[in-house]
């Protein structure tokens, strides 16, 4: 059977089944209802969404600190949805060839994973991290990750507008 023209291999749609609880799904229908929208249209926005959010993780050269912004901003929320593991989590950011300028210390990647409270508590015993010492846990570990891998100043505005603690 041959396509029509213009239709390419990449261009068909896939049926995909996913488990839901209750609770989500009502939210979805809610929102789809309230959109004026199909709940397809809904999910195709969500993944959308996603893959434009984390779009660092689909490009294989982007390794080891190159991916340190993305996971801190979604830190709570890839602990709390995947429950990622130190040893996975080193294997995604480093990919096992990471080039020695970008190599992400076990160290570092368990700060990514610790709760709110164990992280203040690690960046305490690091001597090089109360320099940038910050009420705000979650800027304070940007700032001291921004030094650490010389990364550019990613979401420069928190950094700007962050009290620094006395």
């Known amino acids: 059977m041959s396509s029509s023209p213009g239709f390419t ?20 229908q809610t929102m789809a209802s309230r ?21 660092q993780l689909h490009d294989m050269d982007c390794t080891g600190s190159d991916l ?19 040893q996975q989590l080193f294997k995604i950011i480093n990919n096992g060839n990471a080039h020695p300028d970008k190599f992400v210390s076990m160290a570092d990647i368990e700060l990514i994973l610790l709760p709110q409270h164990l992280v203040r ?13 910050q009420l705000d ?13 010389s990364l550019p100043t990613f979401i420069e505005e928190d950094l700007d507008t962050a009290e620094v603690e006395a």
């Open 137 to 149: 846990i979650n800027i304070w570990l940007k700032s001291y990750f921004i030094e650490k891998y």
């Open 68 to 86: 340190l912004p993305l996971f801190i901003e979604f830190r709570e929320e890839l602990n709390q949805n995947l429950g990622l593991k130190k």
């Open 35 to 55: 959109l004026f929208v199909r709940e397809a249209e809904l999910y195709r926005f969500a993944v959308s969404n996603l893959l434009n959010r984390m779009y």
């Open 9 to 28: 291999e990449g261009d068909k749609k896939q049926i995909v089944s996913m488990r839901l609880n209750n609770h989500d799904r009502n939210a979805i």
């Open 121 to 133: 508590q690690r960046l305490l015993q690091i001597d090089a991290a109360l320099a940038f010492k």
